[in-house]
């Protein structure tokens, strides 16, 4: 008999029969009435320790599985002075698409070394950004990935001066000297204007999200710049800002094209905005031209040119440099540019004379 088994007096036999499903949470003290051993033997032999016999390492697992006992993990690991076994990731909004496929990005990428991805939303409110990232870091996470909204990021000094690993994603934080990873939004906004040009657009209208945004600015002033190197006039009331949803781009596609000069073209600087103008060309028989950046789900059903980029690739390399940092430690803060490409799906493609004026479009501004 070793000496843990020792302490634990005569043991009883067999377990007994399972009893019924427990209506609440089996405890650890449960597993060990049942076991008929002390709490600590059942902590032992669920974690696989030495010095516990092997019937008694039995009788706690039929006991644990009777009850449907699930070890605290975490409990565990902040008891021993730990980090989690979690990295966490701050997105914007659950419904958009493009962020659960960064996340399904992320979480692939800490698969391979037995991390859990922990996901919280901000809602695209720079003061709940604040209050997420410090519950995560309440939990103690290995490391940190940030979708910002916030304008100062000096508040994460500390914890970046601690060693914990942190990665901005989508945009760069503010205040701070951090690992990021962005899209290459420049050439991705170029090569829109240059197909809708070189297909014979001058009045082409720009719709984009809140102004505070970094990708909003980033793709609206490239928009400017390639626009002036076509020598296209910058006509203001194109040039749309603060347009954060499906339903508001889909208003705002409506009110351009019930103008007296409408637009001949449409470039949709995220997907719900360009989700929102498509809706409103449906809905008016409209045939103006159509780009978007970033894809969405039935963009190429519905023939939609779009500035492609890989979330799940942003993701994964968000997630991949995150572990580097964890492997490595702390080193200068590097800046990853990832692709945006243009895909070509027609929409784009349309020349200016498709554009007439909708008598519908009037009618539903």
Same mark, same amino acid.
């Given at each position: 008999?070793?000496? @843990? ?15 019924? *499903?427990?209506? +609440? ?13 002390? =709490?600590?033997? +059942? ?38 002075? %730990? ?6 990731? +701050? ?7 493009? /962020? ?9 990428? &800490?698969? *391979? $070394?037995? &991390? ?15 209050? @997420? ?11 940190? &990935? ?8 000096? /508040? ?5 001066? =601690?060693?914990?690993? &942190?990665?901005? +994603? ?6 701070? =000297? ?148 964890? %492997? ?11 692709? =945006? ?7 784009? $493609? ?14 539903? *501004?």
């Amino acid at each position: 008999m070793d000496a @843990v088994d020792a302490l634990e007096g005569p043991h009883p036999g067999p377990a007994p029969p399972s009893p019924p *499903a427990p209506a +609440v949470a089996a405890t650890l003290q449960d597993v060990a009435r049942l076991a008929g051993v002390s =709490a600590k033997t +059942v902590a032992r032999a669920l974690n696989g320790e030495p010095n516990v016999r092997d019937a008694t390492r039995e009788r706690v697992a039929r006991a644990a599985a009777a009850l449907r006992f699930r070890p605290n993990r975490l409990a565990r690991e902040l008891r021993q002075g %730990a980090r989690t076994g979690a990295v966490g990731l +701050v997105i914007g909004g659950l419904e958009n698409p493009f /962020y659960s496929h960064l996340a399904a990005g992320v979480e692939r990428a &800490l698969r *391979a $070394e037995d &991390l859990e991805l922990v996901i919280a939303s901000t809602d695209d409110d720079p003061e709940r950004e604040r209050a @997420v990232v410090q519950t995560m870091l309440e939990r103690r996470v290995r490391a940190l &990935l940030v979708v910002p909204v916030a304008e100062d990021h000096r /508040y994460l000094e500390g914890e970046r001066s =601690a060693g914990t690993p &942190l990665v901005f +994603v989508d945009r760069p934080p503010t205040g701070l =000297a951090a690992d990021v990873v962005l899209w290459d939004n420049r050439t991705g906004v170029r090569q829109a204007v240059d197909a809708l040009v070189a297909a014979g657009h001058r009045r082409i209208a720009v719709i984009a999200d809140r102004i505070a945004n970094f990708t909003a600015r980033e793709r609206l002033a490239a928009f400017r710049e390639a626009a002036r190197a076509h020598g296209l006039g910058l006509e203001p009331r194109l040039l749309v800002v603060d347009v954060h949803d499906v339903p508001a781009a889909r208003a705002t596609a409506l009110r351009l094209l019930a103008a007296p000069e409408p637009p001949t073209a449409f470039f949709g600087l995220n997907n719900r905005i360009t989700v929102g103008v498509v809706a409103a060309l449906l809905t008016t028989g409209g045939a103006q031209a159509v780009v978007g950046f970033d894809d969405f789900d039935l963009a190429e059903a519905l023939g939609t040119t779009v500035v492609a980029n890989d979330p799940a690739a942003m993701g994964g390399r968000a997630g991949r440099l995150a572990l580097a940092r964890l %492997a490595a430690g702390p080193g200068l803060p590097e800046q990853v540019l990832l692709p =945006a490409t243009l895909v070509r799906r027609g929409s784009g $493609e349309r020349g200016p004379a498709a554009a007439a004026p909708s008598r519908a479009a009037a009618a539903l *501004a």
